[in-house]
């Protein structure tokens, strides 16, 4: 199978960037499920496999390696093996960084996100369509577990909140990130900022805080506050397009917690694979249900404030 070249000697079709690390169970479903994808054949394969933590990871990482080397059904394989552990926030940063000196666009999974057979149609298509949008900064392959108006009539919607289950973008918005993380007092004493940030989902600057003071290591958070920064948006489909597989014990960052906060929606398909309905005006009616779903009840902001001091 050919590698990939560089983008000065032509860009991907579809360049996807997987990330991997010790699970090979989940590893090979991701894998499994990606490739059963029509598009599969047509698309670039990049997988970045992190360095193990300790010498107990070893087996574990040199297992799902031989996974990855071994995968078919691609158009081309790229299998980019750390020496050491860089930790996911910084394998994937620098790996989506890398990935593009490659291509424009690319489509990104971690080793636990199982898709749908119309996952990269739906993918593809809406890189295409929002392209020269350059208020949309994401695609999504996930949708929460709510409930829309069933009078809705496109196969996708925009929402202020990035989510990283699945997820694509172009090399111009993933530029405009800004990767240094603000201090406390910038992030609260910026009134405009703090509270486009609150609005979009009353969670997000908890999370911004967390990695502020060190309690999280998320990259993602600093993705979504570039982009609600610049007033964009990300794309999701009215029915995910994936299913989280990895809330088990075998997780680096999984808690018990975010298995009731993010419940795991079932593998559905949306629009039909060769025509999607694509939304281009934000409805704020539309997303409300979204709003609510992240809205952080009374006892987790009574905690907060006794703990942070912070009452959201």
Known sequence: MPLLTPASEGKSTCLIALFVYKRTVHTARTISALSKCPEA???DLVVYSDGPRSEADSAAVHATRAIVRSVQGFRSLRVVEREKNLG???????????????????????????????FLAFMRAA?????????????????????????????????????????????DRWHRVEWKKPDRGTFMGSRDA???????????????????DGRNDSWSILFNYSQIG????????????????????????????????????????????????????????????????????????????????RYF
């Open 88 to 118: 996911l926030a910084s394998n994937i940063v620098s790996g989506v960084t890398e990935s593009f000196a490659h291509a424009d666009r690319l489509i990104v999974l971690e080793d636990d996100i199982e898709v749908s057979p119309n």
């Open 194 to 212: 703090f509270w486009n940030f609150w609005k979009a989902a009353n969670d997000l600057p908890e999370i911004m805080l967390d990695l502020i």
């Open 127 to 171: 890189l295409d369509h929002y392209e020269s949008r350059h208020d949309v900064w994401s695609i999504s392959g996930y949708m929460y577990p709510v409930s829309l108006d069933p009078a809705y009539q496109f196969d996708s919607l925009l929402f202020s909140r990035f989510s990283c289950w699945g997820w694509a973008t172009w090399r």
């Open 230 to 309: 610049s007033q964009g948006f990300s794309v999701h489909p009215v029915r995910s397009l994936v299913r989280n597989i990895g809330f088990d014990e075998t997780g680096t960052h999984t808690r018990r917690a975010q298995k009731s906060r993010k419940q795991v929606s079932p593998v559905e398909g949306t629009g039909r694979a060769d025509h999607f309905g694509f939304a281009d005006a934000y409805d704020e009616l539309c997303t409300e249900p979204l709003r609510k779903f992240f809205s952080n009840r009374i006892p987790r902001k009574l905690k907060n404030l006794v703990r942070y001091g």
């Open 41 to 43: 054949s047509s698309s």
